[in-house]
């Protein structure tokens, strides 16, 4: 998602912005830009695309002597990535960077507008800028109406404010998104989204709370606490380690994308859902004109997306749906009707065997849709449509976060159908819509969760093997985990339907099989406890993940009861997915890197 940086020196003030935005290119962007205020002068540059375009325009431009500048890489959300929409934002002589959602940005746009304010771009951080300069006419004093303007906004946001008047001064404000200022003996202050950029600058570090406002100066760092009182500030060493410090103080990338699942989810929500509709605008409702059967095809975690989403097409959407394998597909002369969706699901955008029977597709004529985290990647190039489901830079190889925000996409998507086919009542459409706002919150990991599945892991590092199972849309999630399990622990897993074990695999029940058994409250509880009964009864160990007590279980992994069957998909996958990592973890293998694995398979 975006990133921030500010510096505050006689340093290369260009350099040092550019390569902060350098190291917050992880968070995913589509255009950056910088403003500098030097000699009383602004300057400022905007690119879309990667930072190599914004070098390029600023190859010219040269910081010598003491300056103060923001920098940004913006990830689109209100408005297309276009300079326009690029921060810094500029009023009349002030400029903005902003992460983060101003809530309440229509209305302030609209009393600005009514004052004669002409806005330049689309987004929400543009009113920013312009209410400062409003307060600032007001007042006539910059502090006051910049604490003023941070009062006025609703929502979350890290924000950064250059001011001509002020040429030796940067505001700062934090809310709900991260920021942290740095420091060192030779005065320079220095502000970014996360502490990489500040490493090798800034000698210590004091990292925002919440409410936090205030501005530096070359010899003052002046901070307000959200009640409006001056605070200290709380000073920490930095790491010397840039790996880990991109960790956030994470073990590894996994648990870090794990937990970050909550943030992406809502990224992936924003914009799209009003009370009664889902929204894409990045589709053609006329892709769906005369389509009487979704044909969807991946690889790997992307493929299991796959499969729970042909539950909820079926269910919600009453189109027929299908699945495929793309390596198994591409080689077994396939039927293609042009009255047939096909649906590529990726992660990366490049994986080999997908972007091979997206080919077959177009090449067949059929009309072509890819759900994808990477903008400008081979398929969304390729495919008529596309679906951009923002889950940010995913890093480790095992997927988490994009398997969450796919799955996400899938559930809208099937809403999205069911209007334009009026398969849902309108009761129906809003009750869901509701649910979907919900998943945030579901997808919080909780720390007792977390704790005692670390405790529990140490019984689950020997074993002849681990039989992941589930019913309805509760057996893909079984083969995710058992395909996380797989990757990071080099355990031997398999993801089953509950109700299939005793056609054959309950042969194998004894003490050193581990069952894991997914037992959602609200979707065939009964007929799924049958099942883990018939193996609990052959002496297999279960380890039950439910809402509700279960006592034939040996071990239990209690997730929160909530209304409905999807919200405890989320939290099942979250359980899961904790239990692979911390199996792993014990086990000493390199989570991020397992082996044999690549991140993005491009080749068959
Ligand atoms: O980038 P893609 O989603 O197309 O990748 C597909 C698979 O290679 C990928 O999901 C793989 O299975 C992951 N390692 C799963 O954790």
New binding site residues.
């Given amino acids: 998602m975006c990133g921030i940086v500010g510096y505050l020196g006689n340093k290369n003030t260009k350099e040092i912005l550019l390569s902060g935005l350098k190291e917050l290119e992880y968070r995913g962007y589509d255009s950056a830009g910088i403003a500098v205020l030097q000699d009383g002068e602004f300057s400022n540059y905007k690119a879309v695309g990667k930072l190599v375009n914004l070098e390029e325009k600023t190859k010219n431009f040269i910081t010598d002597k003491f300056a103060i500048g923001i920098g940004h890489t913006r990830w689109a959300t209100h408005g297309k990535p276009t300079e326009l929409n690029a921060h810094p934002h500029l009023g009349e002589s002030s400029y903005v960077v902003h992460n983060g959602i101003i809530e309440n940005y229509a209305e302030l746009k609209q009393e600005l507008q009514k004052d004669g304010i002409k806005f330049l771009s689309q987004t929400d951080t543009e009113v920013i800028v312009h209410q400062f300069e409003k307060n600032l006419l007001a007042s006539g004093d910059e502090f006051e109406a910049f604490s003023k303007t941070i009062s006025e906004l609703e929502g979350a946001y890290a924000t950064l404010i250059v001011t001509k008047s002020l040429p030796d001064t940067i505001f700062f404000a934090k809310h709900g998104s991260p920021m942290l200022v740095g420091v060192n003996d030779e005065n320079e202050k220095f502000f970014a989204s996360s502490d990489s950029p500040l490493i090798g600058l800034a000698k210590e570090v004091n990292y925002f709370e919440d409410g936090d406002y205030g501005y530096v100066t070359k010899g003052e760092l002046v901070i307000f606490d959200k009640d409006g009182n001056k605070s200290k500030p709380n000073f920490s060493q930095l790491s010397t380690d840039k790996l880990s410090a991109q960790k956030d103080g994470y073990r590894f990338f996994m648990e870090k994308e794990i937990y970050e699942q909550s943030d992406v989810i809502a990224d992936t929500l924003l914009g799209r859902l009003s009370d009664e509709e889902i929204m894409f605008d990045e589709i053609d409702k006329n892709l769906f004109n005369g389509i009487n059967e979704i044909k969807l095809c991946?690889?790997?975690?992307?493929y299991h997306s796959a499969l729970s989403a042909s539950y909820l097409f079926e269910r919600y959407s009453k189109i027929r749906c299908s699945v495929e394998i793309a390596s198994e597909f591409r080689y077994r002369s396939p039927i293609m009707s042009k009255d047939t969706l096909f649906v590529v699901?990726?992660?990366?955008?490049?994986?080999a065997d997908?972007l091979e029977t997206l080919k077959m597709a177009k090449k067949a004529g059929l009309r072509t849709l890819v759900i994808c985290n990477v903008d400008n990647s081979s398929m969304v190039r390729l495919a008529d449509a596309c679906i951009l489901t923002r889950a940010g830079i995913e890093k480790g190889?095992?997927?988490t976060k994009?398997f969450a925000t796919q799955v996400t996409v899938f559930w809208m998507l099937s809403l999205y159908v069911a209007k334009l086919r009026n398969s849902l009542s309108r009761d129906e459409l809003k009750h869901q819509i509701h649910l979907l706002r919900e998943i945030p919150v579901a997808t919080i990991v909780s720390d007792d969760m977390h704790e005692r599945i670390k405790r529990l892991s140490k019984r689950y590092l020997h074993g002849h093997g681990f039989f992941f199972i589930g019913r309805d849309i509760f057996f893909p999630l079984a083969l995710e985990g058992a395909?996380?399990l797989k990757?990071i622990s080099y355990l031997h897993a398999e993801g089953y339907p509950s109700g299939e074990m005793k056609h054959g695999p309950i042969a194998l029940a004894d003490p050193e099989l581990f069952t894991i058994a997914l037992l959602p409250e609200h979707l065939l509880y009964e007929k799924s406890k049958s099942n883990v009964e018939e193996l609990s009864a052959r002496d297999s160990t279960i380890c039950a993940i439910s809402s509700k007590e279960f006592d034939k279980a040996d071990d239990f992994i209690k997730i929160n009861s909530s209304k409905d069957y999807m919200l405890e998909f989320f939290e099942m996958m979250i359980a899961v997915q904790l239990l692979s990592l911390e199996i792993s973890i014990r086990l000493g293998n390199d989570v991020d890197m397992p082996r044999n694995?690549a991140k993005?398979?491009t080749v068959e």
Avoid: D, F, N, R
């Fill in positions: 991946a690889c790997g975690t992307s699901i990726s992660q990366s955008g490049e994986t997908t190889v095992a997927s994009a395909l996380k990757e694995l993005s398979v």
